[in-house]
């Protein structure tokens, strides 16, 4: 049972331009949502994260969006720049410790 | 300051054959997580360890599968008899329990079996 759906396998966007990432979840118990990035033969490593208690969070290029009541949250990159090029993973926790992932997107950034 | 390491990063061996996987986690941190990921089943959770004890193995497929934190430092995922449906990439995370919920992962081992 997938609680956490990134429906976009993929994204072409051009350098300088911006990315958004989109991720829907069905587990309304979710207080905590992060995204990961992922480059081939490396493990995933932490972007940003968010508590339900906020809405927003913003940290350089990347912000993060809840929207609770759509149980939506989406990555902004601006701008966009070639080593942003990687599979992102949207992940939530209802459990402190067990992180839900979504299946990823692999975000392509052209020059 | 060293990341989760794992060893071996790549392992080939046949089916029916023992495979044992590594990890050492971040010094400092207390939980320990096993992931396995596939195409078919993405990242899932196979065994979350919290002050080396065995907190949640739920995400353990079969008793094929085991895993054990003799120590703060050190963790192994067993995997006896394997088979050739074991083949994924299994990946070690740490974290500090009682922080933020982030887990910071290790390169993982990519397994095969044949």
């Known amino acids: 049972d997938q609680q956490v759906k990134q429906n976009s396998p993929s994204l072409s966007v051009q350098e300088g331009r911006i990315s958004i990432l989109n991720c829907d979840y069905t587990n309304s118990m979710f207080d905590y949502f992060l995204w990961y990035k992922k480059y081939p033969a490396e493990g995933p490593t932490f972007l940003i994260s968010?508590?339900?208690?906020?809405d927003k969070n913003e940290d350089g290029r990347f912000t993060v969006f809840l929207n609770k009541s759509a149980k939506h949250l989406s990555l902004h990159i601006v701008p966009s720049q070639p080593g942003d090029s990687a599979v992102y993973f949207c992940?939530?926790?209802?459990?402190?410790?067990?992180?839900?992932f979504g299946a990823g997107t692999t975000v392509t950034v052209r020059a | 300051d060293a990341g989760v390491i794992q060893s071996p990063r790549h392992e080939v061996t046949e089916m029916g054959q023992e495979v044992t996987l590594r990890c050492k986690p971040i010094?400092?941190?207390?939980?320990l997580f096993w992931y396995r990921q596939t195409m078919m089943r993405g990242l899932e959770l196979l065994i979350y360890f919290n002050n080396n004890v065995p907190i949640d193995d739920s995400g353990m497929p079969e008793d094929r599968f085991s895993a054990k934190m003799p120590n703060a430092s050190f963790s192994t995922l067993k995997i006896q008899p394997s088979e050739p449906r074991d083949s994924a990439v299994y990946f070690c995370a740490s974290m500090v329990a009682g922080g933020t919920y982030e887990q910071y992962f290790g390169p993982g081992t990519r397994l095969t079996v044949t």
């Open positions: 010094s400092g941190h207390n939980s």
């Open positions: 968010i508590s339900s208690i906020k």
């Open positions: 992940a939530a926790s209802a459990v402190h410790y067990k992180l839900s």
